[in-house]
């Protein structure tokens, strides 16, 4: 899809947040924006009803995904923020091939949680977006969207792609507070060192598939939802090893931080479900607040174990602070040496 968006749809997959009274003065600022864009803006029909409601009716969240998709008038379906059970939508979704039959082309963009959502609509062969979402973004609190997250929106909004990531000259801690009365006031930049090949060769290319690491940990380890590995099982969720055959693999980690020894354990699911045997290269995007950025580089390479795949460290995707926006799906060819991820269709 390569053309201006006019119309978003805005929907709530994970949490409910959005729709809480207490967070009505960020939405505010999110729609100003977008309809300072000239988008048409939609919320769909369960995406403000709360933290409660939407908890309870994964049916009502999968109900509105495949609506937006339906809208022939929608060019873009925009998340509102990540969560931690999107995994819920999965019957809805694919016991009598829902989505496939809902899906159209359009721009699709959330990150976290959303992980879950992007691999759903992988398997039946949409190419989405990931990286920024509603509230985390466009709803900055600061006196404008943070200036490197609003160059690749505005990208994607006036053209429907994305051409190339090069990375931000700077990155912020993240905001501990959300109040009305920090509305207007700048996050202090920090100086930003750029892509960081670990290992490997510094130029290499496929179509980029992957996500938040803690959404990706869940598929397997049962510790947060005894039934999140079943389902995705079930429903053959996480790609096999032959589809990741030369793909590059990207991994963020979430605000929650895992511990060093929950990176590993990640890791490890990876690898033995054969992961690293077949990815062309690994994008590793930048710890939020960089904690742990020491130990997840070595983790890295020593759980890996594979010296010449290449692994690329300090994105800024995901949950880190500003952030870009990766298209999953297009051939990209990273150059390390040049920094930059270019992508040929």
């Known amino acids: 899809m390569k053309r201006k968006i006019q119309n978003i749809a805005i929907v709530s997959l994970s949490s409910g947040i959005a729709g809480e009274p207490s967070v009505q003065f960020e939405v505010d600022i999110g729609v100003r924006r977008l309809r300072e864009y000239g988008l048409n803006v939609r919320f769909m029909p369960h995406a403000m009803k709360g933290i409660d409601y939407v908890k309870a009716h994964p049916e009502k969240r999968a109900e509105d995904l495949l609506a937006a998709f339906r809208d022939p008038d929608i060019d873009m379906i925009l998340c509102t923020i990540g969560g931690d059970d999107t995994y819920r939508l999965l ?85 501990k507070e959300f109040s009305p009365d920090l509305v207007g006031r700048a996050l202090p930049p920090r100086p930003n060192q750029g892509f960081e090949l670990l290992q490997g060769a510094p130029v290499f290319s496929g179509k980029i598939l992957g996500g938040c690491i803690d959404s990706i940990f869940d598929m397997f380890d049962g510790e947060r939802y005894a039934d999140m590995p079943e389902l995705c099982q079930k429903y053959h969720l996480f790609p096999d090893a032959e589809d990741w055959r030369g793909r590059i693999l990207l991994l963020e980690t979430s605000e929650e931080k895992p511990s060093p020894e929950k990176y590993r354990r990640a890791l490890q699911y990876l690898r033995d479900a054969g992961v690293f045997s077949v990815v062309s290269g690994v994008l590793a ?35 880190a602070i500003p952030r870009c926006i990766m298209p999953f799906g297009r051939e990209a060819v990273v150059d390390v040496n040049q920094q930059v991820i270019r992508f040929t269709e």
């Open 285 to 319: 995007g930048k710890p939020m607040d960089e904690t742990y950025a020491a130990e997840y580089k070595q983790l890295l390479t020593e759980v890996i174990a594979q010296p010449h795949l290449s692994v690329v460290f300090n994105l800024n995707i995901g949950h």
């Open 91 to 175: 019957p809805t979704l694919f016991d009598h091939g829902e989505l496939a039959d809902a899906v159209t082309d359009k721009v699709f963009l959330g990150f976290s949680d959303t992980t879950i959502n992007h691999l759903m609509l992988h398997k039946i062969g949409l190419r989405t977006f990931y990286g920024q979402a509603f509230l985390p973004d466009l709803c900055e609190l600061g006196p404008e969207m943070l200036p490197y997250t609003r160059t690749y929106f505005e990208e994607l909004i006036e053209t429907g792609a994305i051409r190339e990531i090069r990375p931000s000259a700077l990155w912020y801690a993240e905001r």
